[in-house]
């Protein structure tokens, strides 16, 4: 399982846009990208999931460039309900897999 | 509603006294998963399931006991718990072949005094 990293923790006023990041040199061609995103005291939540370029959905955009060690995860106009903790995944999708492995992710810090 | 429920949500308990913490999926899901999150450790994985009858360890199983008599079902027993245990704990399920994108339980917060 390719190794991630991603800043600790980050703070954005009300409606900024939010660009968390996270570094996945080691990623391997069969692997994907995936986000969590954790509220306090609640299970993760999966956000979005790619393998390459852009991936939008109605939460959050992922950017992946094209040597893929590195995305992403763009959160437009953020709220106070956004912050939570969002955790960047990196492994195959392809059934192979049997567990995810989270790091301790970023803490997002919505003010208003 | 698609979901994973967990029971109890909270629970006290001493040290030893045998304990099972429920998971139950309602989307036929073949996966399902034990994660224990502490802080400052993240979530670490305690027992997983591919299917009825097949389970195998995660990062952390010493100390559990885990069964899958029913696809729906994946209870999670300690046998003796100790303090070390007491935890914030998620059950998860999805299907194999998308095991990144895993449905979540609320949570059993768990102390073992």
């Known amino acids: 399982l390719a190794k991630t990293t991603q800043p600790i923790s980050m703070d954005s006023y009300e409606g900024q846009e939010v660009n968390i990041t996270c570094s996945h040199n080691n990623i391997a061609t069969n692997d994907y990208i995936t986000w969590y995103q954790q509220f306090p005291s609640q299970g993760p939540r999966f956000i979005i999931q790619?393998?390459?370029t852009k991936v939008t959905n109605e939460v959050a955009s992922l950017f992946i460039p094209a040597d893929r060690k590195s995305s992403t995860l763009s959160l437009p106009r953020v709220s106070l309900s956004d912050t939570a903790v969002y955790y960047c995944l990196v492994g195959e999708r392809d059934g192979t897999a049997s567990k995810l492995t989270f790091g301790t992710g970023t803490r997002l810090q919505v003010t208003l | 509603e698609a979901q994973v429920t967990q029971n109890p949500r909270y629970l006290i308990t001493v040290t030893g006294k045998k304990l099972t913490v429920t998971c139950s999926q309602n989307m036929n899901h073949e996966y399902m998963s034990w994660y224990r999150q502490d802080p400052g450790l993240g979530l670490r994985q305690i027992y997983y399931s591919m299917n009825v009858e097949v389970t195998d360890k995660g990062d952390v199983p010493e100390g559990y006991k885990v069964s899958r008599k029913e696809k729906r079902n994946f209870p999670l027993i300690l046998e003796s718990p100790s303090p070390n245990q007491t935890s914030l704990y998620f059950c998860?399920?999805?299907?194999?072949?998308?095991?990144?994108?895993?449905?979540f339980g609320p949570g059993t917060r768990l102390t073992v005094t």
């Open positions: 998860a399920s999805s299907t194999v072949a998308g095991v990144y994108e895993q449905y």
């Open positions: 790619g393998y390459k």
